[in-house]
């Protein structure tokens, strides 16, 4: 069973998977090859009208219908190891194929849906996963993102990691195939190797688990594919097979479709793909967060987002820094900056009308996308409302504004797989999110206000602007001491966006905190009364 990469279009038709295909058929084996969601013939974006895909194959359609999985408590990876579990029910139907000596090999997406069958399904009697299998920290340390099928919230918190995928085969027979020059570090793959290669020892199979190292960058190679051939066959068939270069060529990729077209949507009427699923996950989960009574929920809703926002966050002092304070016209504008959490700075930019100077006034804290390297766009509502007698704070949470982080990869920072997205997922790995940390965030700046000797705490309100006015929103559930939110230009609900087909996924990670709406939704916040919390209690 040969599962395919998940950077590559044509998939189980390219040439370079065709090739390990035919070196595996040539030992002897039955082959497989499927592909997986997003690639090949499976393009959930594909509109026939138009007679192409309107979201980029690949991990781009992976990650703009896997982000849409988080807010519902899944993971893309879900339908990656259903699919793959139902190839292997495929195979167990055939009768050239014995159900007992089923292996299973891929590389790079291929080699995460490899992992899953290792861990999932114990009907794998031989895997080689390729170019995937590495370490959390290596990878930490590379740089770059991950797709959403390979993102799979919490386990790190849990403790594992990519030895734990190995170990779940033992004492089967496995082969780490890796690239030298993979963006997958090899350290980490000789390293997880090292350290799991003992357990076979201890079943006394220390010759089942290898690796094969090639000298290349990340892909199937010809190498790699002899060395699959020979370790499957002598495995699975009792004899290892000596695999030839001669008369191993591609096919045209048409010939190998399996649809008319070439593409599933559009030919095959009653085909689902993620977006559906979502569609009925929501449903399902709605259903069972509306047959609770009203106060439960809202309980549950406050403990919930209560030990998102809280956990692994080390208490420190804020020594909040006054750096500086000028005047600009009728404005007066203070920079500072204090320890939002151990190792991690806030800052903000607070700005008061000078008829004011020397009076203790209200204060609404700004909370918008970019921070303090927005000011200008919001430059008419910051003097409006500091002309009424509040002043205005203006901040940035972790990682935003002047806060933003420096690039890791040679992606812009917002979007998919930049600096952005790869810190929230290694977030998610530790049961956190961005999202979650930056409504710590704001609270602590209400801890900070106690710094600020012209600040009156007694009518403190949030102005939420764009979808990183979220922060804001969230903070009010959790915090009394906030009076109001004003939310202009939000992003509504999470079930509006969960349920659209097509959204604008710029920035997206930065408002995911994973499993919310099996708990709430923005509107009940409102309906609870936390958005307006002056005005309720006098209700």
């Known amino acids: 069973m040969n599962r395919q990469n998940t950077r590559m279009n044509t998939t189980k038709h390219q040439d370079e998977y065709q090739i390990v295909c035919q070196y595996l058929v040539r030992a002897g084996l039955v082959v497989l090859a499927q592909d997986p969601v997003g690639q090949g013939e499976r393009l959930s974006y594909y509109e026939k009208s138009l007679g192409k895909t309107t979201v980029r194959w690949g991990t781009e359609e992976h990650d703009y219908a896997g982000s849409q999985c988080y807010p519902l408590g ?63 920290q290596s990878y930490m340390y590379a740089g770059g993102a991950q797709d959403a099928e390979q993102v799979w919230s919490g386990m790190t918190a849990f403790g ?80 290892k097979a000596v695999p030839e270069d001669k008369e191993i ?45 009203e106060q439960e929920r809202k309980e549950k809703a406050i403990a919930w987002l209560g030990e998102k926002v809280f956990a692994y966050r080390v208490p420190c002092d804020l020594n909040v820094r006054h750096i500086l304070c000028e005047q600009e016209l009728d404005m007066t504008v203070q920079s500072s900056m204090w320890w939002t959490q151990e190792g991690i700075l806030n800052s903000s930019l607070t700005f008061r009308n000078y008829r004011f100077l020397g009076k203790k006034l209200p204060v609404t804290i700004a909370v918008w996308d970019g921070g303090t390297t927005q000011l200008q766009p919001h430059a008419g509502w910051i003097r409006e409302t500091c002309s009424k007698g509040r002043a205005v704070m203006v901040l940035d949470v972790s990682g935003a504004g002047n806060l933003m982080p420096n690039s890791l990869n040679c992606y812009p920072p917002l979007q998919f797989y930049g600096v952005i997205h790869k810190l929230a997922n290694d977030l998610m790995w530790i049961n956190d999110s961005l999202a ?31 979808h990183q006015g979220v922060y804001g929103q969230l903070a009010a559930v959790l915090d009394k001491r906030i009076k109001r939110v004003e939310v202009v230009e939000g992003i509504g609900s999470y079930k509006s966006w969960v349920a659209s087909r097509y959204y604008d996924p710029y920035d997206v990670m930065s408002i995911v905190i994973p499993g919310m709406l099996k708990y709430f939704d923005l509107p009940d916040l409102e309906r609870w009364g ?9 209700g």
């Open 74 to 136: 899944d993971s893309l990876a879900r339908y990656f190891v259903h699919d793959a579990m139902r190839g292997i029910d495929y195979l167990c139907t055939r009768p050239e194929v014995d159900p007992q000596k089923i292996g299973v090999t891929g590389n790079s997406g291929g080699g995460t849906q490899t992992s899953l069958l290792m861990i999932c399904d114990p009907r794998v009697a031989a895997a080689a996963p390729a170019t995937f299998i590495m370490n959390r």
């Open 160 to 239: 594992f990691d990519h030895e734990d995928i190995l170990l779940m085969m033992a004492p089967k027979p496995v082969l780490v195939l890796a690239a030298k020059y993979d963006f997958f570090p090899i350290e980490g793959t000789r390293r997880t190797f090292e350290r799991s290669r003992r357990f076979w020892s201890l079943f006394g199979k220390e010759e089942n688990i290898r690796i094969f190292e090639d000298d290349s960058e990340h892909k199937y190679t010809r190498a790699m594919a002899k060395k699959a051939a020979e370790f499957f066959s002598a495995h699975l068939l009792g004899w």
């Open 249 to 293: 060529e591609a096919l045209t990729p048409s010939k190998l479709w399996c649809t008319k077209s070439g593409q599933v949507r559009g030919e095959i009427e009653d085909a689902r793909f993620v977006f559906d699923e979502n569609l009925q996950r929501l449903e399902e989960i709605e259903k069972t967060r509306d047959a609770l009574q």
């Open 436 to 466: 979650a940390m930056r409504v710590f965030d704001v609270m602590r700046a209400l801890d900070a206000l106690d710094y600020f000797d012209y600040i009156d705490k007694e009518n403190i309100r949030i102005y939420a602007y764009g």
């Open 530 to 538: 936390f958005l307006n919390r002056a005005d309720f209690m006098k």
